[in-house]
Protein backbone atom coordinates (compact mmCIF):
# COMPACT_ATOMS: atom_id res chain seq x y z
CA UNK A 1 0.00 0.00 0.00
CA UNK A 2 1.56 3.25 -0.94
CA UNK A 3 0.34 6.64 1.31
CA UNK A 4 -0.68 10.02 0.50
CA UNK A 5 -1.91 12.73 2.84
CA UNK A 6 -2.49 15.82 0.03
CA UNK A 7 -3.19 19.34 1.97
CA UNK A 8 -6.40 20.29 -0.66
CA UNK A 9 -9.73 18.78 -1.96
CA UNK A 10 -8.35 19.36 -5.62
CA UNK A 11 -4.99 16.77 -4.73
CA UNK A 12 -7.04 14.52 -3.06
CA UNK A 13 -9.67 14.12 -5.93
CA UNK A 14 -6.45 13.81 -8.11
CA UNK A 15 -4.94 11.31 -6.15
CA UNK A 16 -8.15 9.08 -5.92
CA UNK A 17 -8.80 9.38 -9.59
CA UNK A 18 -4.81 8.52 -10.65
CA UNK A 19 -5.19 4.83 -9.53
CA UNK A 20 -8.65 2.59 -9.27
CA UNK A 21 -7.15 0.83 -6.29
CA UNK A 22 -7.07 4.05 -4.11
CA UNK A 23 -9.12 4.55 -0.79
CA UNK A 24 -9.54 7.73 1.10
CA UNK A 25 -10.01 7.05 5.18
CA UNK A 26 -10.17 9.28 7.58
CA UNK A 27 -9.67 7.82 11.14
CA UNK A 28 -9.19 4.32 9.65
CA UNK A 29 -11.12 2.74 12.66
CA UNK A 30 -12.94 0.96 10.26
CA UNK A 31 -10.48 0.31 7.44
CA UNK A 32 -7.35 -1.51 9.64
CA UNK A 33 -9.67 -3.70 11.07
CA UNK A 34 -11.51 -4.47 7.28
CA UNK A 35 -7.77 -5.59 6.01
CA UNK A 36 -6.63 -7.56 9.04
CA UNK A 37 -10.17 -9.87 8.53
CA UNK A 38 -9.29 -10.44 4.77
CA UNK A 39 -10.39 -7.74 2.90
CA UNK A 40 -7.89 -6.88 0.30
CA UNK A 41 -5.97 -4.16 0.53
CA UNK A 42 -6.20 -1.07 -1.14
CA UNK A 43 -3.18 0.06 -3.57
CA UNK A 44 -2.99 3.77 -2.32
CA UNK A 45 -4.47 5.10 0.75
CA UNK A 46 -5.39 8.81 0.37
CA UNK A 47 -5.65 10.43 3.84
CA UNK A 48 -7.88 13.49 3.99
CA UNK A 49 -7.07 14.37 8.03
CA UNK A 50 -4.20 17.24 6.22
CA UNK A 51 -6.74 18.79 4.42
CA UNK A 52 -8.17 22.06 6.76
CA UNK A 53 -11.64 22.01 6.20
CA UNK A 54 -12.04 18.24 6.46
CA UNK A 55 -11.37 18.55 10.32
CA UNK A 56 -12.31 21.73 11.24
CA UNK A 57 -15.88 21.84 13.42
CA UNK A 58 -17.24 25.63 12.85
CA UNK A 59 -19.99 27.57 14.43
CA UNK A 60 -22.12 29.58 11.91
CA UNK A 61 -24.36 32.15 12.30
CA UNK A 62 -26.82 29.98 11.35
CA UNK A 63 -25.28 26.38 10.90
CA UNK A 64 -22.63 24.14 12.21
CA UNK A 65 -20.06 22.70 10.06
CA UNK A 66 -18.60 19.77 10.65
CA UNK A 67 -15.03 18.57 9.06
CA UNK A 68 -15.96 15.05 7.47
CA UNK A 69 -12.74 13.67 8.94
CA UNK A 70 -12.84 15.59 12.31
CA UNK A 71 -12.55 13.23 15.01
CA UNK A 72 -15.63 13.13 16.94
CA UNK A 73 -14.70 13.76 20.33
CA UNK A 74 -14.61 17.41 19.06
CA UNK A 75 -18.26 17.03 19.18
CA UNK A 76 -18.65 15.61 22.85
CA UNK A 77 -15.82 18.04 24.05
CA UNK A 78 -17.36 21.52 22.61
CA UNK A 79 -20.44 22.66 25.28
CA UNK A 80 -21.77 25.24 22.18
CA UNK A 81 -22.14 22.10 19.99
CA UNK A 82 -23.49 19.90 22.71
CA UNK A 83 -25.69 21.91 24.46
CA UNK A 84 -27.43 22.92 20.83
CA UNK A 85 -26.99 19.04 19.94
CA UNK A 86 -27.03 16.99 22.37
CA UNK A 87 -28.36 14.02 20.86
CA UNK A 88 -25.78 14.43 18.19
CA UNK A 89 -23.06 14.73 20.80
CA UNK A 90 -24.16 11.37 22.54
CA UNK A 91 -24.34 9.81 19.59
CA UNK A 92 -20.71 11.00 18.87
CA UNK A 93 -19.73 9.65 22.09
CA UNK A 94 -20.80 6.42 21.61
CA UNK A 95 -18.99 5.45 19.14
CA UNK A 96 -16.50 3.15 21.05
CA UNK A 97 -13.54 4.43 23.54
CA UNK A 98 -12.04 7.48 23.77
CA UNK A 99 -8.84 6.01 21.65
CA UNK A 100 -11.84 5.85 19.09
CA UNK A 101 -13.22 8.80 19.06
CA UNK A 102 -9.70 10.71 19.11
CA UNK A 103 -10.00 9.07 15.48
CA UNK A 104 -13.46 8.17 14.60
CA UNK A 105 -15.50 10.32 12.38
CA UNK A 106 -18.79 11.72 11.10
CA UNK A 107 -17.76 10.91 7.34
CA UNK A 108 -16.30 7.64 8.25
CA UNK A 109 -19.15 6.80 10.33
CA UNK A 110 -21.86 7.54 7.43
CA UNK A 111 -19.31 6.22 4.76
CA UNK A 112 -18.60 2.78 5.92
CA UNK A 113 -22.40 2.27 5.57
CA UNK A 114 -23.00 -0.02 8.62
CA UNK A 115 -26.75 0.16 9.38
CA UNK A 116 -26.16 0.51 13.48
CA UNK A 117 -23.88 3.67 13.13
CA UNK A 118 -24.60 5.63 15.81
CA UNK A 119 -24.15 9.27 14.65
CA UNK A 120 -26.89 8.36 11.48
CA UNK A 121 -29.92 8.37 13.06
CA UNK A 122 -28.79 11.95 15.24
CA UNK A 123 -27.71 13.62 11.74
CA UNK A 124 -31.13 12.33 9.84
CA UNK A 125 -32.94 13.89 12.72
CA UNK A 126 -30.88 17.55 12.04
CA UNK A 127 -31.53 17.04 8.51
CA UNK A 128 -27.83 17.40 8.03
CA UNK A 129 -26.49 17.50 4.81
CA UNK A 130 -23.19 16.07 2.65
CA UNK A 131 -20.93 18.30 0.84
CA UNK A 132 -19.89 16.02 -1.40
CA UNK A 133 -16.10 16.34 -3.53
CA UNK A 134 -15.93 15.17 -7.27
CA UNK A 135 -14.22 15.52 -10.30
CA UNK A 136 -15.95 18.81 -11.06
CA UNK A 137 -16.31 20.81 -7.98
CA UNK A 138 -18.64 19.76 -4.98
CA UNK A 139 -22.43 18.92 -4.78
CA UNK A 140 -24.60 18.88 -1.33
CA UNK A 141 -27.12 16.13 -0.81
CA UNK A 142 -28.73 14.89 2.20
CA UNK A 143 -27.46 12.39 4.44
CA UNK A 144 -30.03 10.14 4.17
CA UNK A 145 -28.90 9.70 0.54
CA UNK A 146 -25.39 8.48 1.21
CA UNK A 147 -26.03 5.07 2.44
CA UNK A 148 -27.76 2.67 0.31
CA UNK A 149 -27.40 -0.54 2.20
CA UNK A 150 -24.52 -2.09 4.23
CA UNK A 151 -21.60 -1.17 2.93
CA UNK A 152 -22.52 0.79 0.49
CA UNK A 153 -22.88 3.88 -0.75
CA UNK A 154 -24.09 6.23 -3.98
CA UNK A 155 -20.80 8.34 -3.56
CA UNK A 156 -19.25 7.74 -7.06
CA UNK A 157 -15.66 6.49 -7.45
CA UNK A 158 -13.03 8.98 -6.52
CA UNK A 159 -16.30 11.14 -4.55
CA UNK A 160 -15.88 11.77 -0.67
CA UNK A 161 -17.54 14.03 1.98
CA UNK A 162 -15.88 17.13 2.85
CA UNK A 163 -18.47 18.20 5.53
CA UNK A 164 -21.24 18.12 7.04
CA UNK A 165 -23.68 21.40 7.63
CA UNK A 166 -26.34 20.83 10.20
CA UNK A 167 -28.64 23.82 10.89
CA UNK A 168 -28.87 25.00 14.50
CA UNK A 169 -32.54 24.05 15.60
CA UNK A 170 -35.49 26.86 16.27
CA UNK A 171 -36.43 28.05 19.17
CA UNK A 172 -38.19 25.27 21.88
CA UNK A 173 -36.55 22.43 20.03
CA UNK A 174 -34.50 19.12 21.22
CA UNK A 175 -32.54 16.34 20.13
CA UNK A 176 -31.75 13.11 21.50
CA UNK A 177 -30.08 9.93 20.27
CA UNK A 178 -30.43 6.09 22.34
CA UNK A 179 -29.35 3.10 21.38
CA UNK A 180 -29.85 -0.46 22.66
CA UNK A 181 -26.36 -2.68 23.59
CA UNK A 182 -25.97 -5.47 25.93
CA UNK A 183 -22.91 -3.89 27.04
CA UNK A 184 -22.76 0.01 28.37
CA UNK A 185 -19.60 0.56 26.00
CA UNK A 186 -17.75 -0.60 23.22
CA UNK A 187 -20.87 -2.20 21.60
CA UNK A 188 -22.57 -1.77 18.08
CA UNK A 189 -26.27 -0.83 18.25
CA UNK A 190 -28.76 -3.92 18.00
CA UNK A 191 -31.39 -0.69 17.93
CA UNK A 192 -30.68 3.31 17.74
CA UNK A 193 -33.01 5.76 17.71
CA UNK A 194 -32.65 9.56 16.75
CA UNK A 195 -35.61 11.86 17.73
CA UNK A 196 -35.85 15.84 17.00
CA UNK A 197 -38.85 17.44 18.72
CA UNK A 198 -40.10 21.02 18.33
CA UNK A 199 -42.90 22.39 20.62
CA UNK A 200 -45.63 25.14 19.77
CA UNK A 201 -46.64 27.69 22.50
CA UNK A 202 -49.10 25.31 23.98
CA UNK A 203 -46.30 22.88 24.58
CA UNK A 204 -48.02 20.57 21.99
CA UNK A 205 -45.66 18.92 19.19
CA UNK A 206 -44.68 21.62 16.59
CA UNK A 207 -42.51 18.91 14.33
CA UNK A 208 -40.88 15.39 15.09
CA UNK A 209 -38.29 13.45 13.23
CA UNK A 210 -37.61 10.18 14.01
CA UNK A 211 -35.44 8.39 12.64
CA UNK A 212 -34.12 4.42 13.32
CA UNK A 213 -30.95 2.40 12.85
CA UNK A 214 -29.43 -1.02 13.33
CA UNK A 215 -33.01 -2.54 11.91
CA UNK A 216 -32.96 -1.70 8.09
CA UNK A 217 -30.43 -2.12 5.62
CA UNK A 218 -29.60 1.45 6.56
CA UNK A 219 -30.76 4.01 8.85
CA UNK A 220 -34.21 5.98 8.01
CA UNK A 221 -36.75 8.28 8.95
CA UNK A 222 -40.13 6.92 10.31
CA UNK A 223 -42.97 9.27 8.61
CA UNK A 224 -45.23 7.75 10.30
CA UNK A 225 -43.91 7.88 13.81
CA UNK A 226 -43.70 11.38 12.71
CA UNK A 227 -47.14 12.18 11.72
CA UNK A 228 -48.24 10.41 15.13
CA UNK A 229 -47.14 13.51 17.02
CA UNK A 230 -47.30 16.72 14.96
CA UNK A 231 -49.51 18.78 16.38
CA UNK A 232 -50.52 16.59 19.46
CA UNK A 233 -49.65 16.61 23.21
CA UNK A 234 -47.10 14.45 24.18
CA UNK A 235 -48.64 12.07 26.42
CA UNK A 236 -49.21 8.16 26.99
CA UNK A 237 -51.18 7.69 23.88
CA UNK A 238 -49.64 9.72 21.48
CA UNK A 239 -46.43 8.43 22.62
CA UNK A 240 -47.62 4.25 22.35
CA UNK A 241 -48.85 5.58 18.63
CA UNK A 242 -45.02 6.45 17.94
CA UNK A 243 -43.82 3.36 19.29
CA UNK A 244 -46.12 0.93 17.38
CA UNK A 245 -45.44 2.91 14.09
CA UNK A 246 -41.39 3.02 14.94
CA UNK A 247 -42.28 -0.76 15.77
CA UNK A 248 -43.78 -1.44 12.39
CA UNK A 249 -41.09 0.33 10.27
CA UNK A 250 -38.09 -1.91 11.39
CA UNK A 251 -37.13 -4.37 8.79
CA UNK A 252 -34.47 -6.05 10.45
CA UNK A 253 -32.27 -8.99 10.70
CA UNK A 254 -31.75 -11.76 12.58
CA UNK A 255 -28.48 -12.29 14.42
CA UNK A 256 -26.75 -13.08 17.62
CA UNK A 257 -27.24 -9.76 19.36
CA UNK A 258 -30.97 -9.72 18.82
CA UNK A 259 -33.82 -11.48 17.22
CA UNK A 260 -36.32 -9.78 14.87
CA UNK A 261 -38.98 -9.47 16.74
CA UNK A 262 -36.63 -8.18 20.27
CA UNK A 263 -34.86 -5.50 17.96
CA UNK A 264 -38.78 -4.50 16.62
CA UNK A 265 -40.09 -4.34 20.39
CA UNK A 266 -37.27 -2.38 21.59
CA UNK A 267 -37.10 0.61 18.42
CA UNK A 268 -40.85 1.04 19.90
CA UNK A 269 -39.81 1.17 23.10
CA UNK A 270 -36.44 3.85 22.24
CA UNK A 271 -38.88 5.86 20.11
CA UNK A 272 -40.64 6.81 23.48
CA UNK A 273 -37.95 7.08 25.57
CA UNK A 274 -35.88 9.27 22.96
CA UNK A 275 -39.16 11.25 22.62
CA UNK A 276 -39.32 12.29 25.81
CA UNK A 277 -36.21 13.24 26.41
CA UNK A 278 -36.00 15.02 23.50
CA UNK A 279 -39.41 16.65 24.37
CA UNK A 280 -38.07 17.67 27.87
CA UNK A 281 -34.82 19.33 26.09
CA UNK A 282 -37.14 21.30 23.82
CA UNK A 283 -39.08 22.87 26.95
CA UNK A 284 -35.49 23.77 28.38
CA UNK A 285 -35.95 21.09 31.09
CA UNK A 286 -32.13 20.09 31.89
CA UNK A 287 -31.98 16.32 31.23
CA UNK A 288 -28.61 14.16 31.66
CA UNK A 289 -26.36 12.29 29.63
CA UNK A 290 -29.28 9.76 28.52
CA UNK A 291 -27.10 7.74 26.18
CA UNK A 292 -25.16 6.39 28.74
CA UNK A 293 -28.51 4.56 30.72
CA UNK A 294 -30.12 4.13 27.07
CA UNK A 295 -32.88 6.84 28.90
CA UNK A 296 -33.73 4.46 31.24
CA UNK A 297 -34.52 5.39 35.02
CA UNK B 1 4.72 -2.29 -0.55
CA UNK B 2 7.20 0.50 -0.40
CA UNK B 3 8.97 2.42 2.75
CA UNK B 4 8.25 6.17 4.02
CA UNK B 5 10.72 8.38 5.76
CA UNK B 6 8.76 9.52 8.88
CA UNK B 7 9.85 12.35 11.23
CA UNK B 8 7.98 13.02 14.32
CA UNK B 9 8.45 13.55 18.43
CA UNK B 10 8.62 10.89 20.46
CA UNK B 11 8.65 10.89 23.82
CA UNK B 12 10.31 14.42 23.36
CA UNK B 13 12.69 13.69 20.93
CA UNK B 14 13.32 14.63 17.31
CA UNK B 15 13.13 10.91 15.55
CA UNK B 16 13.10 10.08 12.01
CA UNK B 17 12.82 6.20 10.74
CA UNK B 18 11.66 4.58 8.05
CA UNK B 19 8.71 2.32 8.03
CA UNK B 20 6.31 0.62 5.75
CA UNK B 21 4.02 3.02 3.79
CA UNK B 22 0.63 0.66 4.60
CA UNK B 23 2.03 -0.63 7.88
CA UNK B 24 0.78 0.71 11.59
CA UNK B 25 2.72 3.00 13.90
CA UNK B 26 2.24 0.13 16.40
CA UNK B 27 4.62 -2.13 14.34
CA UNK B 28 6.90 0.92 13.61
CA UNK B 29 7.15 1.85 17.07
CA UNK B 30 7.97 -1.49 17.86
CA UNK B 31 10.32 -2.68 15.52
CA UNK B 32 11.84 0.73 13.84
CA UNK B 33 11.92 2.94 16.73
CA UNK B 34 12.23 0.28 19.15
CA UNK B 35 9.97 1.00 21.82
CA UNK B 36 8.89 -2.59 23.22
CA UNK B 37 6.53 -1.21 25.84
CA UNK B 38 3.78 -0.39 23.07
CA UNK B 39 1.69 -3.90 23.21
CA UNK B 40 -0.27 -5.22 20.37
CA UNK B 41 -3.54 -7.19 21.91
CA UNK B 42 -6.12 -7.19 19.31
CA UNK B 43 -4.64 -5.43 16.60
CA UNK B 44 -8.50 -3.90 15.70
CA UNK B 45 -9.03 -1.52 18.18
CA UNK B 46 -10.76 -2.88 21.08
CA UNK B 47 -8.54 -4.07 23.40
CA UNK B 48 -6.06 -0.50 24.05
CA UNK B 49 -3.32 -2.27 24.64
CA UNK B 50 -1.12 0.17 22.09
CA UNK B 51 -2.99 3.54 23.34
CA UNK B 52 -0.38 5.73 22.73
CA UNK B 53 -0.64 10.03 23.21
CA UNK B 54 -0.54 11.40 19.43
CA UNK B 55 -0.57 15.15 19.47
CA UNK B 56 -2.06 14.84 23.33
CA UNK B 57 -4.85 12.62 22.37
CA UNK B 58 -5.02 8.83 23.37
CA UNK B 59 -5.18 6.35 20.16
CA UNK B 60 -5.04 3.09 19.66
CA UNK B 61 -1.22 3.08 17.61
CA UNK B 62 -2.70 -0.42 15.88
CA UNK B 63 -5.39 2.18 14.16
CA UNK B 64 -2.70 4.56 12.73
CA UNK B 65 -0.79 4.07 9.63
CA UNK B 66 2.76 4.58 10.36
CA UNK B 67 2.96 7.82 7.94
CA UNK B 68 0.38 9.45 9.77
CA UNK B 69 2.79 10.19 12.46
CA UNK B 70 4.79 12.70 10.28
CA UNK B 71 4.87 15.94 12.02
CA UNK B 72 2.96 14.57 14.98
CA UNK B 73 3.68 14.57 18.88
CA UNK B 74 3.99 11.27 19.97
CA UNK B 75 4.32 9.79 23.84
CA UNK B 76 4.37 6.37 24.35
CA UNK B 77 5.03 4.32 27.70
CA UNK B 78 8.71 4.94 27.91
CA UNK B 79 8.25 8.62 27.99
CA UNK B 80 5.70 8.64 31.24
CA UNK B 81 8.14 8.42 33.88
CA UNK B 82 10.13 11.43 34.31
CA UNK B 83 14.15 9.89 34.47
CA UNK B 84 14.41 7.92 37.40
CA UNK B 85 11.51 8.85 38.96
CA UNK B 86 7.94 7.06 37.74
CA UNK B 87 4.96 9.13 37.19
CA UNK B 88 2.43 9.11 39.81
CA UNK B 89 0.15 6.84 37.98
CA UNK B 90 2.99 4.22 37.66
CA UNK B 91 3.77 4.69 40.80
CA UNK B 92 -0.29 4.01 42.60
CA UNK B 93 -0.22 1.14 40.11
CA UNK B 94 2.70 -0.43 41.59
CA UNK B 95 1.73 -0.05 45.32
CA UNK B 96 -1.62 -0.82 44.42
CA UNK B 97 -0.60 -4.13 42.81
CA UNK B 98 -3.01 -2.98 39.93
CA UNK B 99 -1.31 -5.46 37.17
CA UNK B 100 -0.85 -9.10 37.16
CA UNK B 101 0.69 -10.02 33.48
CA UNK B 102 1.36 -6.32 32.63
CA UNK B 103 0.53 -6.91 29.00
CA UNK B 104 -2.06 -4.38 29.25
CA UNK B 105 -0.70 -2.03 31.69
CA UNK B 106 1.29 0.45 29.23
CA UNK B 107 -2.23 1.40 27.56
CA UNK B 108 -4.02 1.61 30.93
CA UNK B 109 -1.36 4.19 32.06
CA UNK B 110 -1.74 6.21 28.88
CA UNK B 111 -5.85 6.46 29.03
CA UNK B 112 -5.36 7.26 32.70
CA UNK B 113 -2.76 9.95 31.87
CA UNK B 114 -4.71 11.34 29.15
CA UNK B 115 -7.67 11.35 31.37
CA UNK B 116 -6.30 13.23 34.34
CA UNK B 117 -4.46 15.75 32.05
CA UNK B 118 -7.87 17.11 30.85
CA UNK B 119 -10.23 15.89 34.30
CA UNK B 120 -7.39 16.07 37.43
CA UNK B 121 -10.76 15.36 39.82
CA UNK B 122 -12.47 12.29 38.00
CA UNK B 123 -14.96 10.31 39.85
CA UNK B 124 -14.88 6.43 39.47
CA UNK B 125 -17.56 6.77 37.17
CA UNK B 126 -15.92 8.89 35.12
CA UNK B 127 -12.64 6.89 35.35
CA UNK B 128 -14.47 3.77 34.56
CA UNK B 129 -15.79 5.41 31.01
CA UNK B 130 -12.04 6.55 30.15
CA UNK B 131 -10.87 3.24 30.12
CA UNK B 132 -13.37 1.28 28.52
CA UNK B 133 -11.41 0.96 25.82
CA UNK B 134 -8.73 -0.97 27.60
CA UNK B 135 -9.19 -4.77 28.21
CA UNK B 136 -7.77 -6.26 31.16
CA UNK B 137 -7.88 -9.92 31.05
CA UNK B 138 -6.13 -11.12 33.91
CA UNK B 139 -8.18 -9.77 36.76
CA UNK B 140 -10.62 -7.21 37.89
CA UNK B 141 -10.21 -3.58 37.03
CA UNK B 142 -10.67 -2.50 40.61
CA UNK B 143 -7.66 -1.84 41.28
CA UNK B 144 -7.02 -0.09 38.41
CA UNK B 145 -9.65 2.15 38.90
CA UNK B 146 -8.43 2.82 42.56
CA UNK B 147 -5.08 3.32 41.60
CA UNK B 148 -5.77 5.85 39.34
CA UNK B 149 -8.25 7.76 41.45
CA UNK B 150 -5.22 7.70 43.96
CA UNK B 151 -2.69 9.40 41.57
CA UNK B 152 -5.31 11.85 40.85
CA UNK B 153 -5.50 12.54 44.40
CA UNK B 154 -2.01 12.44 44.82
CA UNK B 155 -1.45 14.81 41.59
CA UNK B 156 -3.91 17.12 43.35
CA UNK B 157 -2.46 17.36 46.64
CA UNK B 158 1.11 17.93 44.47
CA UNK B 159 -0.14 20.81 42.69
CA UNK B 160 -1.16 22.37 45.60
CA UNK B 161 1.64 22.20 47.68
CA UNK B 162 3.47 23.51 44.48
CA UNK B 163 5.33 20.43 44.30
CA UNK B 164 6.50 18.99 41.41
CA UNK B 165 4.89 16.09 40.56
Given amino acids: MDYVAPTTIEDAVGALSSTPESRVFAGATDLIPQIRSGRPEPGLLVDLKRIERLTAVTEGANAWTIGAAAPTSLLTEDPGFSNQFPGLSEAAGLIGSDQIQNRSSLGGNLCNASPAADSVPAMLVNEARAVVATAGGTRTVGVGEIATGPGRTSLAPGEFIVEFEVDKPPAHSGDAYLRMTPRTEMDIAVVGVGVRITLDADGNCAEARIAVGAVAPTARRVAD ?73 | MSRTHINCTINGDQTDFLSESGGSLLNALRDDVGLMGVKEGCGTGDCGACSVLMDDRVTCACLIFAPEAEGRTIVTIEGLANADELHPLQQCFLEGAALQCGICTPGFLMAAKALLDKNPHPTETEVRYALAGNLCRCTGYDKIIRAVLDAAEGMRASAQTGDAA
Fill in chain 1, 225 to 297: AEAALVGQPINDDTLAAVARAASAACDPIDDKRGTIAYRKQVTGVLAKRAVTIAAARAAGEDTENAATTNGAH
